[in-house]
Each structure stands twice: as structure tokens, then as C-alpha cells.
T-cell receptor, first 115, second 115 residues
Framework: ETGVTQTPRHLVMGMTNKKSLKCEQH?????MYWYKQSAKKPLELMFV???????ENNSVPSRFSPECPNSSHLFLHLHTLQPEDSALYLC??????????????FGEGSRLTVL | AQSVAQPEDQVNVAEGNPLTVKCTYS??????LFWYVQYPNRGLQFLLK??????LVKGSYGFEAEFNKSQTSFHLKKPSALVSDSALYFC?????????????FGSGTRLLVRP
């Protein structure tokens, strides 16, 4: 089992569809993150969950809805997306607090294409 | 405010030659510094980190990085490049005192190792 697992790896959806991305971490970490990576753009932090509580929402449009039912699982629910939302969505986890340096461990990403 | 700069969009090097990928940072307090590598259509893989101690940090795949406090730099190095090292490299920083544990990423440097 890899440390951080993302499914699906590839997703094609129409603008009116509803789909979800799933992330699971097996590292015992207490924080999880969603990043968006678009071509020719810096990594964008979307959401942060510490101990299952959302601590950051970087002005992400409401068509992206995160859910963190426990410290090992993270979802990104997608609804009424736009073509410009096509990107690689990366999930990451880390250990925060207690003097931990907080390095992130990433999943392999979900490549989303919105038609 | 925290920031990271990777001044080169791309670095080209011949196989067998030494490589350097540059990174400079700015934080208010002490830095925690990280390097990640990303292969096409994959997530970011953790390479190495500097927390404290020796300025020369060794990491995965023969990479090392040198922390230079006076120059606020954390350049990634490898004595002998391989074609398989061709990838996108990201530097990241966190201020030790930042309770949000957010990593600030650079824009990435593409390394191309030619045979």
C-alpha cells in the first residue's frame, strides 16, 4: 500500500455532472490537503483539514466541496465544473504539531478533464 | 511573509555532469526547507528536508542540498546526473513558527538531462 492513495487517477466529466475524488492516507497523519496543479501555473492550495476540521479554504469556488469524514479520508466533490477546472488534483497529508517539520506526502493525483 | 523563488524555469545538463537546481527563500523565523520531484502525470515525491544541524542534507536518489543561511538559499545538487533525473523539481519552505504548517512552494524548475 502506498502512503497516499487517490482515486480515480483519470476522470472526464461534463459540466453538468457530479463526481467525487477520493483520497486515503495510510501514514497516520493528522492533516490532509487538496492542491490544484494547472499547466504553467504554480501549485494552488485549495483546502486544509487538521484533525478533520477545515482550517483553510483559499477562496475556492463553491462548485468544489471538500469532505473529511476522518483523519484518513478526504473527498473532493465536484459539481457544475467549468473547462478551466481541468487540472491535476493532488491530495497530500502531513503530521502537524508536536514539533513535526510538516513535510507533505502526496498521492499520485487525479487528472480531471471537464468537457 | 514567506516566499520561495526558483529563478530558473529549466536547467539543462549532460548525463554524468553535476547538476544544481537553485532555490532561495524568505521567512521571518527559522526555515524548514524541502525539495520534491515530480515525474509526468505523477504526484510530488519528497526528496529531502532541512530542519536543523548540518548544512548539507542528503536525500533520495543521490540528491543532496546545501543550506546557506547568509544567502537564504537551499540549492539542490547531484554529483552525476542521470537521464532518469529529468523531471520537475519543487522547492518549499515553512517558517518554524508558522502554526498553520503551510508549505510555500516555488514555481518549479524543469530539469532536462541529455544523454
Amino acid at each position: 500500500e502506498t502512503g497516499v492513495t487517490q482515486t480515480p487517477r483519470h476522470l472526464v466529466m461534463g459540466m453538468t455532472n457530479k463526481k467525487s475524488l477520493k483520497c486515503e492516507q495510510h501514514l497516520g497523519h493528522n492533516a490532509m490537503y487538496w492542491y490544484k496543479q494547472s499547466a504553467k501555473k504554480p501549485l494552488e492550495l485549495m483546502f486544509v483539514y487538521n484533525f478533520k476540521e477545515q482550517t483553510e479554504n483559499n477562496s475556492v469556488p463553491s462548485r468544489f466541496s471538500p469532505e473529511c469524514p476522518n483523519s484518513s479520508h478526504l473527498f473532493l466533490h465536484l459539481h457544475t465544473l467549468q473547462p478551466e477546472d481541468s487540472a491535476l488534483y493532488l491530495c497530500a497529508s502531513s503530521q502537524v504539531g508536536g514539533g513535526a517539520p510538516g513535510e507533505l506526502f502526496f498521492g499520485e493525483g487525479s487528472r480531471l478533464t471537464v468537457l | 511573509a514567506q516566499s520561495v523563488a526558483q529563478p530558473e524555469d529549466q536547467v539543462n545538463v549532460a548525463e554524468g555532469n553535476p547538476l544544481t537546481v537553485k532555490c532561495t527563500y524568505s521567512v521571518s523565523g527559522n526555515p524548514y526547507l524541502f525539495w520534491y520531484v515530480q515525474y509526468p502525470n505523477r504526484g510530488l515525491q519528497f526528496l529531502l528536508k532541512y530542519i536543523t544541524g548540518d548544512n548539507l542534507v542528503k536525500g533520495s536518489y543521490g540528491f543532496e542540498a546545501e543550506f546557506n543561511k547568509s544567502q537564504t538559499s537551499f540549492h539542490l545538487k547531484k554529483p552525476s546526473a542521470l537521464v532518469s533525473d529529468s523531471a520537475l523539481y519543487f522547492c518549499a519552505v515553512r517558517d518554524e513558527m508558522d502554526s498553520s504548517y503551510k508549505l510555500i512552494f516555488g514555481s518549479g524548475t524543469r530539469l532536462l538531462v541529455r544523454p
